[in-house]
């Protein structure tokens, strides 16, 4: 087989959901994301990184993702990757071109296998780097539920380059497209929806100092401060005021590709789950909230794809 093409990197999550816009405020005033870009029916919030929004909120017919948004090099390996889409057999979107949107680029779109919308953009609009204190930096990773989640993985692996970085029992994988311990995570799940999307934050004293701006305005977290087992990373989840998980991390474990081996992690043994001992298992109702609403996704758009091919 020739060389896989990796995914660059994660640049965010376009989300969506009825009444999502008008959540803006509880991004802005508590969580520490700032608006860079908004329209009639769409507000984009961005971190104090280089990223032109990490964070969309769509209005839109059913809470879940409107998209998946990712990074590539450049043009070159913009088209390699959709190339390779091709070859793989993905549904795919249309070819590479100009994005009309506010953060422009050239990319294409593909569907993974649950039908969710996957964005590949290189060329997009960047900030200046700002140096706020204890605000997020970017987006750290994505959690997807799966009803197939092997099938899933295999799909990220093989037509987008994802690695193993690990698995927590038989129950989630983990999977990184760089140095970061997991870009993408999928759990199973009996459907498909969004399970969390974590906010780095650039150290651990801002970590918790933005758990206290939360605390300060009445949000405790629903589960944490902890420190995971698979990834290293510290954690704090909330729930966001459309029901949506939200975590803060820092400290992502970066990953050597020449000594770096995947593990099955326990879940038996709490020390393995929750370094610190301090957060303890999950609640059933943080489970609950984690297994999310079922997402379609856009079935739509695989029947349109297909028709057209
Ligand atoms: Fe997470």
Same mark, same amino acid.
């Given at each position: 087989m020739t060389e896989t093409i990796r995914t660059g990197s994660l640049r965010g999550i376009m989300m969506r959901g009825p009444?999502?816009? =008008? &959540?803006l405020p509880f991004y802005e005033d508590m969580w520490g994301l700032r608006l860079a870009h908004q329209t009639d029916d769409c507000a984009l919030l961005r971190g &104090?990184?280089?990223?032109?929004?990490?964070y969309g909120l769509k209005e839109g017919p059913?809470?879940?993702?409107?998209y998946v948004h990712f990074a590539m090099p450049d043009r070159a390996a913009m088209d390699a990757l959709h190339a390779q889409c091709l070859a793989r057999g993905a549904i795919v979107l249309g070819k590479p071109a100009e994005f009309? $949107?506010?953060?422009?680029g050239y990319g294409f779109e593909i569907l993974d296998p649950d039908n969710r919308r996957l964005r590949f953009r290189t060329d997009a609009l960047r900030h200046d780097e700002e140096t706020e204190? =204890?605000?997020?930096?970017?987006?750290s990773h994505v959690v997807l539920n799966s009803p197939d989640m092997e099938g899933t993985q295999e799909f990220y692996e093989h037509v987008l380059g994802f690695r193993v970085s $690990?698995? @927590? =029992? $038989?129950?989630m994988v983990f999977l990184r497209?760089? &140095? $970061? !311990? !997991? @870009?993408i995570a999928l759990v199973r799940g009996n459907y498909a929806s969004v399970n969390h999307v974590a906010f780095e934050m650039p150290t651990l004293d801002e970590f918790m100092r933005g758990i206290g701006r939360m605390k300060q305005k009445g949000h405790v977290p629903s589960w944490g401060p902890g420190r995971h087992g698979p990834g290293n990373n510290p954690f704090a989840y909330f729930v966001s005021p459309s029901g949506f998980v939200i975590e803060f991390t820092s400290e992502l474990q970066q990953i050597n590709e020449d000594s770096h081996e995947a593990k099955v992690w326990s879940r038996t043994d709490p020390e393995a789950m929750d370094?610190?001992? &301090? =957060?303890?298992p999950p609640t059933p109702a943080q489970r609950a909230v984690m297994q999310g609403r079922p997402d379609p996704g856009f079935p739509e758009l695989r029947a349109q794809a297909l028709g057209a091919s």
């Open positions: 009444g999502l816009p =008008a &959540t &104090t990184g280089e990223e032109a929004f990490l059913v809470f879940g993702i409107e009309g $949107d506010w953060a422009g204190w =204890a605000k997020p930096r970017k987006v $690990d698995y @927590s =029992a $038989d129950q497209c760089n &140095t $970061d !311990h !997991h @870009s370094r610190w001992m &301090t =957060a303890g």
